[in-house]
């Protein structure tokens, strides 16, 4: 099978991750690099002299016979950078967010399309075992109906100067929550403080508001003294918490509910019931996330398979956020997604 040839543009401080990851992938080979910055460039060039690396995008584009390209730099120039790549013929990876806002989303796609080529978007952790885990334990139905989800991603820094807090930390949690629920929400609301940088707001609280009474909500800070990676999942049956700081312990399903008596005559007959079950510890594979992530870009390169994590579910992730932005600027809220329903189930038609 012969090669595919990426370049990685973007050398800060996400990209060598995709370098590293990419290159223990068989059948793939990193053949170069690209970034304005050249005290970046030479830096990661140290690490690995064999690959190119060059300043000049148009080059790097044209000039060097890749067949797929890897976008790592700050998100405004996502955009940018993947429609030249997208038009130039090459299979086109996009970190997270795609873009900056659904229009440019939308076009990405339908380039794409129109050209034949692979465009996949680094929703990270859809690709990591303590999610897939999640997913199959949601899936079987062990802990009953999902009646909401929390997450809280916080720490000090680092702060981001195109985009606020929730563009940059909440993907992660929204890409995990639509994936866990298989649904789009109805609706945003988001509120929050730009507290360092004027009009950029370093804490948000978005809540998503899915059918059936179901919600979730994130919470996203750079201004917290402790780093904090969570999520808890509540079912009707049993619970999930996911903490993604924990070494070798990140999931626990806790056999625990709270029920109603079905019905009562007097109010000293009413009582909840309180469930306490055992709670245990899933075994989870050891895996870097970005391994599994660029073992499937190549994947769907070779096979022309459709990517977990493609324009569409990038497109969808950005029209939430855009909606969050959109219930911020009116103070929290709701912005709902009508519209966006529509529009999803014609991309994917
Ligand atoms: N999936 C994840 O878990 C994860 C984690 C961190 C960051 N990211 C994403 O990775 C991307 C990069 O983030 P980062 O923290 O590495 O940013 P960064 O600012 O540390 O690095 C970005 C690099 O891109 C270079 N660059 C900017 N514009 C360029 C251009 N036009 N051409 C060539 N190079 C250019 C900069 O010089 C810089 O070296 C962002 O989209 C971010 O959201 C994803």
Redesign the pocket.
């Known amino acids: 099978m012969k090669p595919v040839a990426i370049g990685v543009?973007?050398?800060?401080?996400?990209?060598p991750n995709l370098v590293r990851n990419l290159r223990k992938i068989d059948h793939c080979t990193v053949k170069a690099i690209?970034?304005?910055?050249v005290g970046?460039l030479s830096h990661v060039q140290g690490l690995y002299p064999e690959v190119e690396a060059v300043?000049d995008?148009k080059h790097f584009l044209n000039g060097i016979g890749l067949d797929a390209v890897v976008v790592?730099?700050?998100?405004s120039?996502?955009y940018?950078?993947a429609k030249a790549a997208l038009l130039a013929g090459k299979h086109t990876f996009i970190?997270?967010?795609m873009a900056s806002s659904s229009a440019e989303c939308e076009e990405l796609v339908e380039i794409a399309k129109r050209n034949g080529v692979v465009l996949m978007v680094?929703?990270?952790?859809l690709y990591s075992f303590p999610i897939r885990k999640i997913k199959e334990i949601v899936d079987s139905g062990d802990i009953g109906e999902i009646r909401y989800i929390n997450c809280r991603r916080l720490n000090l820094g680092?702060f981001?100067k195109d985009i606020n807090v929730a563009w940059?930390l909440a993907?992660?949690d929204i890409s995990i929550i639509l994936h866990i629920l298989n649904e789009f929400p109805s609706s945003v609301n988001c509120q929050g403080n730009a507290h360092v940088t004027a009009g950029v707001e370093d804490v948000t609280n978005i809540s998503l508001s899915f059918r059936n009474n179901r919600f979730a909500t994130i919470q996203s800070s750079w201004l917290e003294p402790r780093k904090v990676r969570e999520m808890t999942i509540v079912g009707t049956r049993r619970m999930i918490v996911y903490d993604d700081l924990q070494p070798n312990e990140k999931l626990r399903v806790y056999d625990v509910r709270v029920e109603r008596p079905p019905h009562y005559n007097t109010f000293a007959e009413f009582q909840y019931s309180y469930h306490y079950g055992d709670s245990y510890i899933p075994h989870l594979q050891q895996e870097e996330p970005l391994r599994s992530l660029s073992q499937h870009f190549v994947d769907c390169i070779q096979t022309g398979a459709t990517p977990v994590t493609g324009g569409r579910e990038g497109l969808e992730l950005v029209r939430i956020l855009e909606a969050a932005s959109e219930s911020l600027l009116a103070k929290g809220a709701p912005v709902g997604f009508e519209a966006t329903r529509k529009y999803a189930q014609a991309l994917s038609a």
């Open positions: 543009v973007g050398c800060g401080y996400w990209g690209c970034d304005v910055n970046r300043t995008y790592a730099t700050p998100v120039q996502h940018p950078l970190e997270k967010p680094g929703h990270t952790f680092l981001q940059d993907p992660h």
